[in-house]
């Protein structure tokens, strides 16, 4: 997969077909439609282009509004290059872009990308106070020579998927729904760092994650993961929030990885949240608190090994 990141120095050989969105967490109606989409590329000889921003455009739209980001660019890119898309331009959306005309945004695309085909869905709208909508870009495909196609949401049990629902979700801390609308598991990914230690004081010692402020969480409490370091995966229980039972710190992404014992200070975790066990609460006594991390630990086992059995036979 090419990786753009300026549409000037884009140098392709090939004409493209191509959709433009945020594509944030690259869910399960965001595969249906680049699916298709590469389908419809390769049917017609072309290559197969996504086109996408960061920052989110909301946050350049509405500074006021606070972004949670279910992916960052990364993580966007690996997702796609998995579908096998051939082109990912990641284009940084600032208040220049915010100002483009879409006649200048649609015709940029078609001299630097190619841009041949561009498919839509029936609310999208691009450039300046979103004047390209359908119907204008459809007359400027007239104009530049690239067709316009609508696509339909994609619609799940009867609501359609999308990346504010799937926040909301996380919100709840319904990451089994969650899971089913992105078709993978919700992640949380950093470097682990150093805590308070008081896991250890406990029997319990965990990973303390250093999570970007931006990244989407999902909602205080205990929780059943996988704990992925690099090509191993692990049961863990984590635990989201504050630490009521001692201070009531700043929130934190705590993860016991279960019949494991390395260090591993500075190396970077991926946990997958699998299921919520329970909110997180404040315990009368060390005591309690320490019973209750069993019965988590061994609920947690229970689910991830049916988890783990599933996923051998689907």
């Known amino acids: ?107 940029a695309l078609v001299q630097h990308l190619h841009m041949r085909e561009l498919w839509v869905g029936p609310d999208f709208a691009l450039g300046r106070n979103r004047e390209g909508d359908f119907a204008a870009l459809t007359a400027l495909g007239a104009e530049l020579g690239f067709a316009v196609r609508k696509v339909e949401p994609f619609v799940l049990d009867g609501e359609v998927v999308s990346s504010t629902r799937i926040r909301t979700l996380l919100a709840q801390g319904d990451v089994r729904t ?68 001692f201070d009531n710190g700043a929130r934190t992404v705590e993860t016991f990885i279960l019949d494991f014992d390395q260090d591993i200070y500075g190396c970077d975790l991926v946990v997958e949240f699998v299921e919520r066990l329970r909110p997180e609460q404040r315990f009368a006594s060390i005591t309690d608190l320490v019973r209750q991390i069993g019965r988590d630990v061994e609920a947690a086992r229970r689910i991830l090994e049916d988890e783990a059995r599933n996923r051998q036979n689907p």
Do not use: C
């Open 1 to 107: 997969m090419l990786l753009i990141d300026n549409w000037e120095q884009a140098n392709l050989d090939r004409d493209t077909v191509a959709t433009i969105g945020a594509f944030d967490g690259v869910h399960r109606g965001h595969q249906h439609l680049i699916r298709g989409l590469i389908a419809r590329a390769r049917e017609t000889e072309r290559l197969s282009m996504v086109i996408t921003f960061h920052p989110h455009p909301v946050a350049v739209l509405r500074p006021d509004l606070e972004i949670r980001y279910l992916t960052t660019p990364g993580e966007k890119a690996v997702l796609m290059e998995q579908l096998s898309l051939d082109i990912l331009a990641i284009l940084p959306f600032d208040a220049q872009m915010a100002q483009m005309p879409a006649a200048d945004f649609t015709r």
């Open 178 to 245: 969650a899971t089913r609308l992105l078709g993978r598991y919700p992640t949380v990914a950093g470097e682990v760092v150093h805590g308070a230690r008081r896991g250890h004081a406990l029997g319990y010692p965990t990973a303390n994650l250093e999570v970007r402020q931006e990244r989407a969480v999902p909602a205080d409490g205990v929780y059943a993961v996988f704990a992925v370091l690099g090509p191993e995966r692990y049961f863990g229980v984590a635990n989201i929030g504050v630490r009521p039972s």
